[in-house]
């Protein structure tokens, strides 16, 4: 290290990139350094936790080559043990085939599809009600809405529905099977929802805001028109998780007696004796109702995907922009 003859202090030390010290790193030397950084950037950007090392991904590899083959061990001894008690004969499978035995499963199905929609049109609106109402400046808004949601989202689902099933009958108030499945889900639901909503809005920069006042919009009308919107459209896959969520929780209408989809194949499998398959069916029939189908990539939205990513990323206020363009 050599002084700098016009000020006296020593000059900066070259970083040893190319491996060798005191030379100046050559243009590829240079080039395989930014991409060992880019690449340690793409791998633990975006993730949970640190990527494993040398010594993780050696032990992983281990793993899975010893987990795999005994869970096909595992599966091919299920599998045998069906077969030996019969519960593999194409007379129990040849049940549900029959027009009837159709007709009431789909019933089923259309039950619990029921439940689902009439609960998601239910818990959107309130749940989006109670977002607005957390995000509010006014005391008696916020606070209100955020013991809602948090008392909400500890309970269980179960208990409310057995609080509707046996609490309101004791105070004089009675409602139908439906809406004894459909209240608990839609109350439970709105406080997820709500949440959703509320962290879409966190994530977006303040310059939205700020270039919504610019143009004269005050709090209510710049939330509803500027903030809102976007908020849904980041929180899409999100509110889709969650949609897909109040189809699996419509098949606990077993505790209320409701005939949705798993309790009319229990009922089915218990008069016929094939439970097993009876369950298998149900399952398969709501695995492929909620499976989502792949979407072509769009590269228009690719930017505006990266900038709604490394918005989210920043929940400090004094870390959002302060200036932005409202859409």
């Not at 805001?209 to 896959?237: C, D, H, K, N, S």
């Not at 909620?290 to 870390?319: I, K, L, R």
Request: charged letters at 15%.
């Amino acid at each position: 290290m050599t002084a700098n003859g016009a000020t006296g202090t020593p000059a900066p030390a070259v970083p040893d990139v190319a491996g060798t010290a005191g030379r100046e790193p050559g243009p590829a030397a240079r080039v395989r350094g930014v991409r060992a950084r880019l690449v340690a950037r793409a791998e633990t950007e975006g993730s949970l936790f640190d990527p494993p090392g040398p010594r993780g991904r050696a032990g992983i590899r281990i793993a899975t080559a010893v987990s795999l083959p005994v869970l096909a061990l595992l599966v091919a001894v299920a599998v045998r043990q069906f077969a030996a008690h019969g519960q593999l004969d194409a007379a129990r499978w040849r049940l549900f085939v029959q027009a009837p035995v159709l007709r009431y499963l789909l019933t089923g199905l259309w039950a619990a599809v029921r439940v689902t929609l009439v609960s998601a049109a239910l818990a959107l609106p309130l749940g989006a009600l109670l977002a607005v109402a957390r995000l509010s400046r006014t005391r008696f808004l916020r606070w209100p809405a955020a013991a809602y949601v948090e008392v909400m989202r500890s309970v269980p689902l179960l208990l409310l529905i057995y609080a509707f099933l046996l609490g309101l009958p004791s105070t004089g108030f009675r409602m139908a099977l439906f809406w004894q499945l459909v209240w608990p889900i839609a109350l439970t639901n709105a406080a997820v929802f709500a949440e959703i909503f509320r962290a879409g809005v966190r994530a977006l920069p303040r310059g939205q805001t700020e270039a919504a006042y610019a143009l004269g919009l005050r709090y209510w009308p710049a939330m509803r028109t500027v903030v809102l919107p976007q908020a849904i459209r980041q929180t899409a896959p999100s509110l889709v998780g969650q949609l897909v969520r109040l189809l699996k929780d419509s098949t606990l209408g077993y505790v209320v007696s409701f005939l949705e989809l798993l309790n009319s194949a229990k009922v089915l499998g218990e008069y016929n004796h094939t439970v097993i398959q009876g369950y298998l069916v149900s399952h398969w029939s709501t695995s492929c109702s909620t499976t989502p189908w792949p979407e072509p990539p769009d590269s228009s939205n690719e930017g505006s995907a990266a900038q709604g990513g490394a918005a989210s990323q920043h929940a400090e206020p004094s870390a959002w922009p302060t200036t932005g363009r409202a859409t």
